[in-house]
């Protein structure tokens, strides 16, 4: 049976509203005339690196970085709200090219968990913008929750909430497998994605500065915002602290219907992440691809989907009694 036409009017609507439109993607540029100069080299920047997918255009926004100050930044529209790009961080700069899109495999499982009636987890939250696009699929502002422990971060993804109506809750703290331990963060004035936490023999590398973080778990944040059971997509994107995180969830993991999206870096030869989903948790897992939802069975299937010793590669996992878990996958799919 054919929609009812003010129904098909609204999804046509819904659509124009989401496709980029270059006079739209930035609506406000902060730090006056010379912000809106390097503004200006950016575009022409990301213009020039549209067809080979934004390659370089991080190494060269950092490099042009040094002539600017450190606190110029423009808000764009992402369609899904708006979003404080800071214009020396080479990778959400990436976001000023209107067709530039975030890791478009994982977005499908974002949408369709939200429809499904998750609270959501942002373990990791950086700069917020899965927070952003979770929290556009809702109405209710604890129902997203983004933890970020840098505190430099943190201030830019509080502003990323306000910017939405403080449509998603943040917290300043690490996830760890146990609350209320003061941990050290290395983080880079300009490599924010790489802050790590400094346990055992690891130290900071050249050009890294270090802060005292406080740390919380996903137990913690699970009974404080979502007591009721509600299903829990939770992602974790916590720079090699994945294993300490999820034994920081172990009640919630056990007994609540969670999705986890997690990446698994194509550095790590043991998969580790991977290792402790499938194993340890005995969750089903899937490789997030272009092509969709890849099932992982054994490691050995990972190493086939990690091509790239560089770049990071994502995955979902749900218990194997989970309901919401088929649900979202085939939403996605």
Request: hydrophobic share 40%; net charge negative.
């Amino acid at each position: 049976m054919p929609r009812p036409i003010p129904e098909r009017l609204g999804i046509l609507l819904d659509r124009i509203r989401r496709v980029p439109r270059p006079w739209r993607r930035v609506h406000d540029v902060r730090g006056g005339v010379q912000a809106q100069v390097q503004l200006g080299i950016l575009r022409a920047v990301v213009l020039a690196a549209r067809p080979l997918g934004q390659r370089g255009a991080h190494r060269v926004t950092w490099l042009l970085a040094r002539l600017f100050e450190p606190h110029n930044d423009a808000v764009v529209d992402t369609g899904h709200g708006s979003f404080l790009v800071p214009l020396g961080d080479g990778y959400a700069v990436k976001l000023l090219d209107p067709t530039y899109h975030y890791e478009p495999e994982l977005e499908p499982y974002f949408a369709a968990a939200m429809r499904a009636g998750c609270a959501f987890l942002d373990g990791g939250a950086n700069l917020g913008y899965w927070s952003v696009v979770a929290s556009d699929e809702c109405d209710e502002p604890e129902r997203v929750v983004a933890v970020e422990p840098v505190p430099a971060i943190f201030g830019r993804l509080r502003e990323n909430a306000r910017l939405n109506a403080d449509r998603f809750v943040c917290e300043q703290a690490a996830l760890w497998s146990e609350p209320d331990v003061d941990l050290t963060m290395a983080s880079h004035p300009r490599w924010h994605a790489g802050s790590r936490v400094l346990h055992g023999p690891r130290a900071a590398a050249e050009g890294q500065y270090t802060t005292r973080v406080p740390t919380t778990t996903i137990d913690r944040v699970t009974r404080r915002y979502w007591p009721d059971e509600r299903p829990l997509l939770i992602k974790l994107d916590v720079e090699g602290a994945e294993t300490a995180a999820l034994a920081g969830g172990k009640d919630t993991l056990a007994n609540r219907d969670v999705i986890l999206i997690y990446e698994d870096h194509g550095s790590d030869a043991e998969h580790t992440s991977t290792r402790a989903v499938l194993e340890d948790l005995g969750f089903r897992v899937y490789a997030c691809t272009r092509n969709g939802p890849v099932e992982i069975g054994e490691l050995d299937d990972v190493a086939r989907i990690k091509t790239d010793t560089v770049h990071g590669f994502n995955f979902v996992a749900f218990h194997p009694r989970s309901t919401v878990g088929p649900a979202v996958l085939a939403g996605a799919a």
